[in-house]
Each structure stands twice: as C-alpha cells, then as structure tokens.
C-alpha cells in the first residue's frame, strides 16, 4: 500500500513524485511507455524558467533522476483502471494491481492524426509524429510538417536545419503558434508556407513518395515529399479513468486549478486536465498543486 500512486510519468507526474517524495509520502509512479512524456519531443526548451536552452529529453531525464534519487518507486506498467474503495484505491495494469491512498492521474496525452488517405499504412515509411525523434532519416531531403500550433512550428524550424525543403501546410491562413517561432520561418530559405490547405491523400511505393494537398477553392496540388510530420495536436489519455474523473466536451479532465476530480483522493494534472495555457511550466506547476492536495487529503481524511 503506497501513500499516492501516480499515473503518468511526464513533467505533471515527475513533478508530483518530487513534492510527494519531500513529504515523506511512499510514492508508485506507473507508465505505459517512457518518462518524460511529450516534452520529449521538444529539441530546445527556451520559455521554462532558468532552463533556458536545454532539450526536453534532457530536461525529463534530469527531473527523472531528481524523482529517483529522492525515493519514488518507478513501475513501466500501464493503469488500465482505478476502484475507488474510498479510503483505499486500487489501480490496474496488465501485470497487476497496486493499492493508495490517493491516485494522481497524469496520463498527458497522445497523437491526433490527419486521417488522410495511406497515413496508418505510412508510420515509419516516411510519415512520422515527433520530428526530433526521425528527422534524422531525411538529411537533405524535401519534407513536408502539417500543422499551425507550436508543435508545427518547431518542428518546421528544427527540420529546416536538415532537410532540403520543408513544406508547411496549414489549414488555415495564420498561425496558431507563437509569432516569434512563425518570424524564425520566415527567414529560413527552404521554408515554404502551404496555407488553407489540407493533406488529402499520401501516395507511396514501399516508402511515402509525395502528399495530395487541397486549397480551399477545392484544387489539388501534389508535393513531392519523402518525409511527412503531423503536428496537428493531442487527444487527452482519459479514457480509463472518466468513471472516477469527469470529464469535459473535448476529453480533458474538468478538474479546476486545485487539480480535484470528483472522487475524493483522486486527482488530474498535467495536459489531460482541461486548461487554457498547455505549457512545460503549467504541468509542473500542476504537478505540484495535485501532489499537494493529495497530501492534503491523506493527512484528513
Ligand atoms: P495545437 O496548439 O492544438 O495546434 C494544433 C494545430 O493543428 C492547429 O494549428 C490546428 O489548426 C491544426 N489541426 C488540428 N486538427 C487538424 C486536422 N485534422 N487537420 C489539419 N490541421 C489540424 O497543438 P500543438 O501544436 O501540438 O500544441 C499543443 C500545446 O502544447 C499548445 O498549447 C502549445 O502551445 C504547446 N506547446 C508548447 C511548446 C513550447 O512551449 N515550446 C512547444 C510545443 C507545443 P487550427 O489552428 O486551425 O485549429
């Protein structure tokens, strides 16, 4: 039986295991895949405070070791369910079941994708979701990011250093992302913006060949790509937990600041929770306000 199980091993979760492990609180995090969650995907962090310039990879890993060394227990399980037994939650993986007092879901959440035409046959034939992570593989090569919002935007500019052309297609005719990142573009040579615009169809011989895009006046070009990067945000992991965790009419937990589901003892952080302002520093931040609460709960309840 441990004081508080965390679901999720992102900046929310990592950031809950620190403050809970300071409270001397015994500490189970449980992940589906690796630590660190999306930030992963970042190559260069510059709006974290003191941080500045340091790569997500690097940035989980560091907060990681921080969550070991001050004694949180790590389990690679994923939670496929939470009992709420009141003053006793039981939370389920594929291997077992671990018992707490309070359960902090941090849970993050996954790839939206285009729903084009060839896109799931294509995943590691030349259609990817974390540049950082593949852009390697298309030095000197004509590649293509859909997408308007942050994510787009650093991949199109972390691309542009690799690849020969990077197309930026966009649904709409501006940005989403921040003007500073959209400014950098702009001054790249081999940027080129693909606006009102969307992916209609990827075509392929073993591996992506080039990417069938529409206009809104409904005319079709096609872009000769061996690379295509969806960048067109997440859908929230919360499907395991909406009995327990309420959530709202696009999926995120309806979890005030104070990090409180509807089931007292269980809590959501992170980027599952419903919030306006989904940032490396809003995680963490709510990482500690929920490991905070759920201190809170243990000690009165
Ligand atoms: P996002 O901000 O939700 O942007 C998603 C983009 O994809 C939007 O431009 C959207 O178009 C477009 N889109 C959505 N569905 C689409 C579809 N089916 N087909 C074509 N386009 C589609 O997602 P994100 O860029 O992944 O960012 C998620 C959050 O993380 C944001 O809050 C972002 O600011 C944050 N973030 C921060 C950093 C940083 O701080 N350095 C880095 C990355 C991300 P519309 O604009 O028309 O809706």
Redesign the pocket.
């Known amino acids: 039986m441990y004081d508080i199980i965390i679901i999720g091993a992102g900046p929310a979760g990592l950031t809950a295991a620190i403050y809970a492990r300071r409270a001397s609180k015994s500490v189970l995090v449980l992940e589906a895949s690796a630590y660190g969650g999306q930030i992963i995907n970042?190559p260069d962090?510059?709006?974290y405070p003191v941080a500045a310039h340091i790569s997500g990879f690097d940035f989980a890993t560091k907060v990681y070791n921080q969550a070991v060394e001050l004694g949180a227990e790590f389990k690679f399980e994923k939670a496929t369910g939470i009992e709420d037994g009141g003053e006793v939650k039981t939370v389920r993986t594929p291997r077992g079941e671990y018992s707490a007092k309070a359960v902090i879901i941090a849970t993050g959440s996954e790839n939206?994708k285009?729903?084009a035409e060839n896109e799931d046959k294509l995943v590691g034939r030349g259609v990817s979701y974390c540049a950082t992570c593949d852009g390697a593989f298309f030095r000197n090569k004509d590649v293509a990011v859909?997408?308007?919002?942050?994510?787009?935007?650093?991949d199109a500019l972390y691309l542009s250093d690799i690849a020969k052309t990077v197309y930026l297609i966009?649904?709409?005719g501006s940005?989403?992302?921040?003007a500073a990142t959209a400014e950098k573009l702009k001054e790249k040579d081999n940027v080129r913006f693909v606006f009102n615009s969307?992916?209609k169809k990827l075509n392929a011989d073993a591996r992506l060949r080039s990417v069938e895009v529409e206009n809104k006046q409904g005319e079709t070009s096609e872009l000769e790509v061996s690379g295509l990067f969806v960048?067109?945000?997440?859908i929230p992991e919360t499907e395991n937990f909406e009995a327990l965790a309420e959530t709202d009419s696009s999926g995120y937990f309806a979890s005030g600041e104070n990090c409180k589901t509807k089931t007292p003892g269980i809590f959501a952080a992170g980027?599952a929770r419903a919030k306006e302002?989904?940032?490396?520093v809003t995680a963490t931040a709510d990482g500690a306000v929920a490991a905070t609460e759920a201190i809170k709960y243990i000690t009165n309840r």
């Open positions: 970042t962090i510059e709006n939206r285009l729903g859909v997408g308007g919002g942050n994510t787009a935007l650093e966009h649904r709409r940005f989403r992302g921040d969307v992916v960048a067109v945000g997440r980027d302002v989904r940032q490396l």
